[in-house]
């Protein structure tokens, strides 16, 4: 299996518009970060997890021509913004094939995606618009895509707002994540890599910190761990990583990692 973050920003990206912090201001790439989304391959089947406003920029950067399916976290703007972009995959061997992307998401990140999309939904479809197969996913329940199975892990990102991750064999992708519950947590159990989710150092009333993050690591157990969804405020890759644990380890945006 083959894990490649495609972004690893917040909701704003880094640098921030307007920013002139160190961050912001890095020479070094692994500071600049794209909203939050990874791709997976195995088996065969490649996956995108979420579609935010960069989804476009990021699907350029790998070069890829076909994805089997898009797996939704939540419906807010930095995770599904670009799934207009989709249109791109249809097309790519139109006349001779339209090929429709499935998507995957909770019952109410699906309404979400039917409101801000309803043109893609429309009876009468203008020309050109998303082909789009939605599925609705109960999170208590696994399913397959291209026969790979694939586990909701459900959490809290703030009291109004519940997310989902997923894990993917030896795989668990959480981001957005505020609080867990212990029998989630079960579902991580045995992985060898986990992604989760870590905004700053400062406490978050929506997103870990750094440190509930490292807990959550710690109670997994994982052979190695990656922090992805980080701000500008977590400091510069190259000072803020050898202050973690061992094992644990900041995304950058292009990173690969076998599992």
């Not at 939050?36 to 391959?41: F, H, R």
């Not at 976290?73 to 790519?92: C, M, P, S, Y």
């Not at 995304?251 to 599992?259: K, R, S």
């Amino acid at each position: 299996m083959k894990l490649t973050f495609l972004g690893t920003g917040t909701s704003q990206g880094v640098p921030v518009i307007g920013c002139r912090c160190a961050v912001c201001t890095s020479a070094d790439g692994r500071d600049n970060r794209l909203r939050t989304a990874a791709m997976v391959e195995t088996q065969g089947m490649r996956l995108v997890i979420d579609a935010g406003p960069d989804f476009r920029a990021q699907m350029l950067r790998t070069g890829v021509r076909h994805i089997d399916a898009i797996l939704l976290t939540h419906e807010h703007k930095d995770h599904i913004a670009g799934l207009d972009d989709v249109r791109a995959f249809n097309f790519v061997d139109y006349p001779a094939a339209v090929h429709k992307v499935d998507i995957y998401a909770s019952a109410r990140t699906a309404a979400c995606v039917r409101k801000d999309f309803d043109y893609a939904f429309a009876q009468d479809k203008y020309r050109g618009v998303p082909e789009i197969e939605l599925h609705e996913i109960d999170p208590e329940r696994p399913f397959r895509v291209r026969g790979v199975e694939i586990v909701p892990v459900s959490g809290r990102h703030s009291e109004r707002f519940s997310v989902l991750g997923y894990r993917i064999g030896k795989l668990a992708y959480l981001t957005d994540f505020k609080t867990i519950e212990d029998r989630e947590v079960e579902k991580l159990r045995g992985v060898e890599v986990l992604v989760v989710n870590a905004l700053r150092f400062e406490p978050h009333y929506s997103h870990f910190n750094v440190a509930e993050a490292l807990a959550l690591i710690a109670r997994v157990r994982p052979r190695a761990a990656y922090l992805t969804h980080m701000s500008h405020e977590i400091g510069l890759h190259a000072a803020t990583e050898p202050t973690l644990p061992e094992n644990v380890y900041m995304a950058y945006d292009g990173l690969t990692v076998e599992v």
